[in-house]
């Protein structure tokens, strides 16, 4: 299972071509749905984000796809996924700690955080793999503002989404990337944590 996932992620450009082969305008709907699980719901963060994107840029490239849809459909999909992962931890924050299996101060705790840095947090997590999907969720169980959680939500999807599809429309062509398609994917995705271990090490060092 883990090995076909690791496949799944590695040459997601072999799938795609596939998908889009046989599906065609359907593969829309498929893409969608990936970016919305990967963003809306807490124990699906290991679906790909980043690389599909990346992927599905690389595709319009060569008109298979429709850029300007991509960005457009891929944006909402990130925007309601978060929105419905907020909901969620907004829902399920308030049974927790109601309920006395959390203790109270991180409740607190969590809220601080949020009013003080959520904006920046939210935007942010979108290029994390894993920390986006909490992200909102999170922000959910902090009871950040809800329309200043939607405000940076829609800032975070669409630079999130045209960034990465973008970067594949544009590079995509390029001859080394055609050829060295798996080797990109795994450099994005380790590019992607850069900044979680950046983040670690300052914490290490205060």
Do not use: C
């Amino acid at each position: 299972m883990i090995k076909e996932f690791i496949d799944i992620i590695m040459h997601i450009d072999k799938y795609l071509n596939i998908i889009i082969s046989q599906y065609g305008f359907l593969t829309y709907f498929f893409l969608f749905f990936i970016i919305f699980l990967e963003t809306g719901l807490v124990f699906t963060p290991f679906l790909p984000g980043d690389s599909l994107l990346f992927a599905a840029g690389t595709f319009a490239s060569i008109d298979s796809l429709n850029i300007v849809l991509l960005i457009i459909i891929l944006s909402t999909a990130a925007i309601l996924g978060d929105t419905v992962n907020y909901w969620i931890g907004n829902y399920l924050g308030e049974k927790l700690f109601s309920s006395n299996l959390v203790n109270k101060k991180y409740y607190d705790k969590t809220k601080d955080f949020y009013k003080k840095y959520g904006a920046k947090t939210i935007v942010l997590a979108r290029f994390v793999p894993i920390i986006r999907t909490f992200a909102p969720f999170i922000a959910g169980i902090g009871k950040m503002d809800y329309l200043k959680f939607l405000s940076f939500n829609i800032i975070g999807g669409v630079i999130w989404v045209s960034l990465f599809t973008l970067s594949g429309y544009f590079f995509g062509k390029i001859q080394f990337v055609k050829d060295n398609f798996s080797i990109v994917i795994i450099a994005i995705i380790i590019t992607s944590f850069i900044p979680v271990v950046i983040e670690i090490i300052k914490h290490r060092k205060k």
